[in-house]
């Protein structure tokens, strides 16, 4: 996994953009929201990135109703978005680890 330590060589930033709960219907959202898998990936892996990574621009959004997505900024301003709805945690990881090698074969 030596890609991890590379993400702020290969891309400029990370939006992670998911739907937001309410506290009062938070344990209900996780049961059934389609990102709940995206919330395991960013408290599984948030930590860990932003170590290898502690100066890149790691951004997670909020926002109701929208479907998760991953989407990578790259030099002169090129973005790539992933759609993650229905991916497990080790799906999104190799769609991150895609896009990161991605961002590497354009700058070789």
Same mark, same amino acid.
């Given at each position: @996994?030596? !890609? =991890?330590?590379? $993400?702020?060589?290969?891309? +400029?930033?990370?939006? $992670?953009?998911?739907?937001?709960? /309410? #506290?009062?219907? &938070?344990? &209900?959202?996780?049961?059934?929201? #389609?990102?709940?898998?995206?919330? %395991?990936?960013?408290? @599984?892996?948030? =930590?860990?990135?932003? %170590?290898?990574? *502690? +100066?890149? *621009?790691?951004?997670? =959004?909020?926002?109701?109703? $929208?479907? #998760?997505?991953? !989407? &990578?900024?790259?030099?002169?301003?090129?973005?790539?978005?992933?759609?993650?709805?229905? @991916?497990?945690?080790?799906? $999104?990881? +190799? /769609?991150?680890?895609?896009?990161?090698?991605?961002?590497?074969? %354009?700058? &070789?």
């Amino acid at each position: @996994m030596a !890609w =991890r330590g590379n $993400i702020s060589k290969s891309l +400029k930033e990370l939006r $992670i953009l998911l739907c937001q709960s /309410s #506290p009062a219907s &938070a344990s &209900a959202r996780f049961l059934l929201h #389609p990102s709940l898998s995206l919330w %395991t990936f960013v408290e @599984m892996n948030y =930590r860990d990135l932003k %170590t290898l990574n *502690p +100066k890149f *621009p790691f951004l997670i =959004r909020e926002c109701s109703g $929208i479907q #998760p997505q991953l !989407w &990578a900024r790259y030099d002169m301003g090129v973005e790539r978005c992933v759609n993650l709805d229905g @991916m497990s945690e080790s799906q $999104i990881l +190799k /769609s991150l680890e895609d896009l990161v090698k991605a961002g590497g074969a %354009t700058k &070789a």
